[in-house]
């Protein structure tokens, strides 16, 4: 079953998303390769982000490494995390 995890994070300086796109980047090498990861506008100084796992243990497998990469990209970035939700996808499209 796959497992989602939502999270929203406020930025001290406008985002630069080009910035943005090339942090993502550099950081996919690090990423699990089974996992979808997605940045989004909220606003001019609020991203959300999107991780799809295949499943729960993929996640807390990778939960570790998320926490030092987190700890990392807050202080070099300027950016707090302000809310995470995550749970098991129970429903899906399949369109």
Known sequence: MKYMVNTIWEHENQIDWKVMNENMDMGAKDWPKDVEVMWFKID??????????????????????????????????????????KGPILAESKS
């Open 44 to 85: 001019e100084n609020t991203h959300g982000s999107v991780s799809i796992y295949p499943n729960e243990e993929s996640y807390l497998q990778w939960q570790e490494r998320l926490s030092e990469l987190r700890k990392e990209a807050s202080s070099e970035m300027k950016v707090k995390m302000v809310f995470e939700q």
